[in-house]
């Protein structure tokens, strides 16, 4: 019988579930299994892209996608969903409506559903209460069509079930990792004078902004497989950059991550290829990308490059055992001048600008979740020992990625970020204290959210 163990943390509002204690053992008579599955999830024309932020779809570019794998085990009940898709964002009730479906259709718990966004831009964005909000104060503005959304998770839920027919053995975990050159770069960079800036976005033309020094990332790219013997079954390749080269036209796509993701695709049919954004809410690809257009193929080529180099030189090694630990953190909202309730609710009803009524909604629905004393925010981890897979919520800065990989500098840990997003970004007390630009407007969580995600960090990596 699978055993529980649930520690809680009051001062910090921290909890930890050991959801299974062992996933797995390499025996003939109860082999792990591993099936994978993709859906298309592209979003009908005149859909929301990034939540009413910028022009609604007019022209798919490039097909959005769902992949992922379900991995299992015949002694087990519960198996694991690991999910990536290609919208910006999932929030709030959306994101335990999804990953409930996932969980019914896999025959496991909310829990064990590890959804993470990639964040392109010209996706969607589901927000199901701020939908709600907009629609009851007038419908001026839009985050999302909860039709689409509904009809997307059925389909999701059941390529899942339909998986099952094709279920393999799940014998051997495969890491390798490259450096990705002349894509990633941190928002901030120093001025002429010594101050910040924190003005480096995803398209950047500021000739000074392009010549100042990479910042604080995570230079490589992380490729988690799994094999059936000397099979490959799928490949999970992580890395943290904003993922857009331009966007705010109405084109939907899948943008360089996904071009990237494509070619490996086609080089290795037999392997599904799954991209996931790592935490990358202050690191875009500024500092090489001027936002012309040709300059997406370029960006897509050199990541494209790093996941074969990390694919290629992969070491597999024989699985044995696996532990998902749930950790539930409560992280508390935000609530400086232009953020309380009442002020969310006098600029959803009054602000003349559409997406400034979407922010207002996403951050009251943010709110009316957060003082739901039972909402806490899931940190799962999904430990094999030699290699781990963290999921964080929203648009966490890379250092609490680099944070991750410090604890076990031994272990290949991967991190992904956009799990729970309706946080928005999610920075650390030196970002707040030097005043970080973009906090202006997507940022709901409080100031001091930083020592709780380390200690979320901390119990979930914990060996």
């Given at each position: 019988?699978?055993?529980?163990?649930?520690?809680?943390?009051?001062?910090?509002?921290?909890?930890?579930?050991?959801?299974?204690?062992?996933?797995?053992?390499?025996?003939?008579?109860?082999?792990?299994?591993?099936?994978?599955?993709?859906?298309?999830?592209?979003?009908?024309?005149?859909?929301?892209?990034?939540?009413?932020?910028?022009?609604?779809?007019?022209?798919?570019?490039?097909?959005?996608?769902?992949?992922?794998?379900?991995?299992?085990?015949?002694?087990?009940?519960?198996?694991?969903?690991?999910?990536?898709?290609?919208?910006?964002?999932?929030?709030?009730?959306?994101?335990?409506?999804?990953?409930?479906?996932?969980?019914?259709?896999?025959?496991?718990?909310?829990?064990?559903?590890?959804?993470?966004?990639?964040?392109?831009?010209?996706?969607?964005?589901?927000?199901?209460?701020?939908?709600?909000?907009?629609?009851?104060?007038?419908?001026?503005?839009?985050?999302?069509?909860?039709?689409?959304?509904?009809?997307?998770?059925?389909?999701?839920?059941?390529?899942?079930?339909?998986?099952?027919?094709?279920?393999?053995?799940?014998?051997?975990?495969?890491?390798?990792?490259?450096?990705?050159?002349?894509?990633?770069?941190?928002?901030?960079?120093?001025?002429?004078?010594?101050?910040?800036?924190?003005?480096?976005?995803?398209?950047?033309?500021?000739?000074?902004?392009?010549?100042?020094?990479?910042?604080?990332?995570?230079?490589?790219?992380?490729?988690?497989?799994?094999?059936?013997?000397?099979?490959?079954?799928?490949?999970?390749?992580?890395?943290?950059?904003?993922?857009?080269?331009?966007?705010?036209?109405?084109?939907?796509?899948?943008?360089?991550?996904?071009?990237?993701?494509?070619?490996?695709?086609?080089?290795?049919?037999?392997?599904?290829?799954?991209?996931?954004?790592?935490?990358?809410?202050?690191?875009?690809?500024?500092?090489?990308?001027?936002?012309?257009?040709?300059?997406?193929?370029?960006?897509?080529?050199?990541?494209?490059?790093?996941?074969?180099?990390?694919?290629?030189?992969?070491?597999?090694?024989?699985?044995?055992?696996?532990?998902?630990?749930?950790?539930?953190?409560?992280?508390?909202?935000?609530?400086?001048?232009?953020?309380?309730?009442?002020?969310?609710?006098?600029?959803?009803?009054?602000?003349?600008?559409?997406?400034?009524?979407?922010?207002?909604?996403?951050?009251?629905?943010?709110?009316?979740?957060?003082?739901?004393?039972?909402?806490?925010?899931?940190?799962?981890?999904?430990?094999?020992?030699?290699?781990?897979?963290?999921?964080?919520?929203?648009?966490?800065?890379?250092?609490?990625?680099?944070?991750?990989?410090?604890?076990?500098?031994?272990?290949?840990?991967?991190?992904?970020?956009?799990?729970?997003?309706a946080t928005g970004y999610v920075p650390t007390d030196k970002a707040v204290q030097e005043n970080d630009t973009n906090l202006g407007d997507w940022?709901?969580?409080?100031?001091?959210?930083?020592?709780?995600?380390?200690?979320?960090?901390?119990?979930?990596?914990?060996?």
């Open positions: 019988m699978m055993t529980r163990r649930l520690f809680q943390f009051l001062a910090s509002g921290l909890s930890i579930s050991h959801l299974s204690k062992s996933l797995a053992s390499p025996n003939i008579s109860s082999p792990w299994q591993i099936s994978t599955f993709k859906v298309d999830v592209t979003c009908p024309i005149g859909h929301p892209c990034m939540g009413g932020g910028i022009s609604n779809a007019k022209v798919v570019v490039d097909p959005l996608e769902c992949r992922g794998v379900v991995i299992k085990n015949g002694d087990l009940k519960m198996p694991v969903v690991i999910a990536s898709i290609d919208w910006c964002e999932i929030r709030n009730e959306a994101y335990d409506q999804f990953r409930d479906a996932l969980a019914k259709a896999a025959n496991t718990s909310r829990e064990y559903v590890i959804l993470t966004a990639i964040h392109q831009h010209d996706t969607p964005i589901a927000d199901l209460y701020a939908e709600e909000l907009l629609v009851k104060n007038g419908g001026i503005g839009s985050i999302c069509m909860p039709d689409f959304f509904q009809k997307t998770i059925e389909k999701v839920a059941a390529a899942i079930k339909q998986s099952e027919m094709q279920c393999q053995n799940l014998t051997h975990i495969g890491t390798g990792q490259a450096q990705v050159k002349g894509v990633a770069s941190n928002r901030r960079f120093i001025l002429p004078d010594g101050k910040p800036s924190f003005s480096r976005t995803s398209a950047t033309r500021d000739e000074y902004a392009r010549s100042q020094p990479e910042g604080t990332i995570d230079p490589y790219l992380k490729t988690l497989s799994f094999w059936n013997q000397e099979k490959p079954v799928a490949a999970f390749s992580f890395y943290s950059v904003h993922p857009m080269s331009y966007y705010g036209q109405g084109e939907v796509s899948w943008d360089f991550p996904g071009m990237a993701r494509d070619a490996r695709q086609k080089a290795t049919p037999d392997c599904l290829q799954v991209y996931v954004s790592g935490c990358s809410g202050n690191v875009t690809a500024g500092k090489y990308n001027d936002g012309s257009r040709k300059n997406r193929q370029t960006l897509a080529n050199r990541l494209e490059s790093a996941m074969k180099e990390a694919f290629e030189t992969t070491k597999r090694v024989p699985l044995k055992s696996s532990v998902l630990r749930d950790v539930k953190v409560r992280i508390e909202p935000r609530t400086s001048v232009g953020f309380s309730r009442k002020e969310l609710t006098d600029k959803l009803k009054n602000d003349p600008n559409p997406f400034h009524k979407c922010l207002a909604a996403m951050g009251l629905s943010w709110l009316r979740r957060e003082e739901n004393p039972n909402h806490i925010v899931d940190v799962p981890c999904l430990d094999f020992g030699f290699a781990a897979l963290l999921l964080m919520p929203g648009e966490s800065y890379v250092e609490f990625q680099l944070y991750a990989q410090s604890i076990r500098p031994k272990d290949f840990i991967c991190v992904a970020g956009y799990g729970e997003s940022c709901w969580v409080a100031p001091d959210s930083e020592s709780r995600l380390k200690l979320a960090i901390r119990a979930g990596l914990r060996q």
